[in-house]
């Protein structure tokens, strides 16, 4: 028989957390919910929906028959997300805040939260698993994995690469190893109020509110040309912290069309982001989506953070990585490999790495970790 433990659970309002709060109930845990308050800057806005999902937590746990407690954490989140993201964007750089969140507030803060609830484990609707695997190098004889949510379409391990040993050692993820269609079925079928929601989308603070209309009210846009690889003025841009490489909408140069267009694309072909210098507050963009200044086969990467704390070796056999999230992984070699940065070579290049995103490698379905993407290598 399995051990039974104390056990919180992050509600969300969400359906996935809330399955697994009624999964843990029902395997004999003693289950509490906590509802995360992370941002309160605008809780009147139409796009803030903490009010709602607090609402749709309570009336989770009153179904499954949880306590729910409602803590801030908006003041640490503040400090330890949302200024980091303001700064990486201000430098020209597209953060990823859930990664920053899920290693410094929900593995963090809301982790030390439990701890002095008298938990012994947490749990959160994550899509990944966490895998104990003998190991006598370690602390307890036991190394911890990180590993692929078993829904390809749901894994969500990207996001949890920065959690450590001891943090994966006191963390369950029990809709890892279910496909969502199972996970609303469930919903459903025990009359969770929530079984319908819609997944949230986009930053956990930005909510569905339009991203530029949110940053301008937090960044000052210093506007500059907008050149092409030619070095051709096409336009303005409103500021170089508005726009990620690879970007193709909300540029502003819909209606031109340059005879002779650059290489890689056609005259009518669609523009995209593909440089930001910062020196020269200049905004380059290409035609064409395979033009060669969207594609490298290198990068290197630093702020690195390894589940193992080891990482991988260079010349590591059977290693892959993702430079955003909605991707396959792609077979890569470590070239070189530091404490403080590695650098990766792809065989197939990659299309718009940016600075400020997750470089996250894999080994098969074990999520090795990974580091923020500084540039080619």
Same mark, same amino acid.
């Given at each position: ?16 957390? !809330? ?94 939260? !439990? ?7 947490? !749990? ?234 997750? !470089? ?18």
């Amino acid at each position: 028989m399995s051990l039974k433990h104390r056990v919180v659970v992050g509600l969300s309002g969400g359906v996935d957390s !809330a399955v697994t709060a009624w999964l843990l109930k029902q395997q004999g845990h003693e289950v509490i919910g906590i509802f995360m308050k992370n941002w309160e800057d605008d809780d009147d806005s139409e796009y803030c929906s903490s009010r709602q999902d607090f609402l749709d937590a309570a009336s989770v746990a009153d179904v499954i028959g949880i306590e729910i407690e409602h803590v801030n954490f908006a003041a640490d989140y503040k400090d330890r997300v949302f200024a980091e993201f303001l700064r990486e964007y201000q430098a020209g750089r597209t953060p990823n805040p859930d990664v920053l969140c899920n290693a410094e507030i929900k593995f963090k803060a809301f982790l030390d939260h !439990a701890m002095r609830l008298g938990a012994e484990k947490i !749990a959160t609707g994550h899509y990944a698993r966490v895998r104990g695997v003998a190991d006598a190098s370690f602390e307890g004889g036991q190394r911890f994995e990180l590993l692929k949510g078993l829904d390809p379409l749901k894994d969500q391990s990207y996001f949890l690469h920065r959690l450590n040993q001891a943090q994966l050692s006191k963390t369950m993820f029990p809709v890892g190893e279910l496909p969502k269609t199972e996970v609303r079925r469930i919903a459903a079928e025990i009359g969770l109020p929530n079984a319908k929601k819609k997944d949230s989308t986009g930053i956990c603070f930005i909510g569905e509110r339009p991203f530029r209309e949110f940053l301008n009210r937090y960044l000052a846009n210093q506007p500059g040309p907008i050149k092409d690889d030619r070095g051709r003025k096409l336009g303005e841009h409103v500021g170089l912290s508005f726009y990620t490489l690879g970007q193709r909408k909300g540029i502003g140069l819909g209606g031109v069309k340059e005879k002779g267009a650059p290489r890689g694309g056609g005259e009518h072909d669609p523009w995209f982001v593909a440089r930001k210098d910062m020196a020269t507050n200049t905004l380059y963009v290409v035609q064409g989506h395979d033009h060669p200044w969207l594609l490298q086969h290198t990068l290197a990467a630093d702020d690195l953070s390894w589940v193992d704390g080891r990482g991988p070796q260079v010349g590591q056999a059977g290693v892959g990585a993702k430079t955003r999230y909605r991707q396959a992984d792609a077979p890569c070699a470590v070239t070189a490999a530091s404490a403080s940065q590695i650098s990766l070579h792809f065989p197939e290049a990659q299309w718009a790495v940016t600075p400020g995103q997750s !470089a996250v490698l894999y080994a098969g379905e074990v999520c090795l970790g990974g580091g923020v993407i500084t540039g080619a290598a």
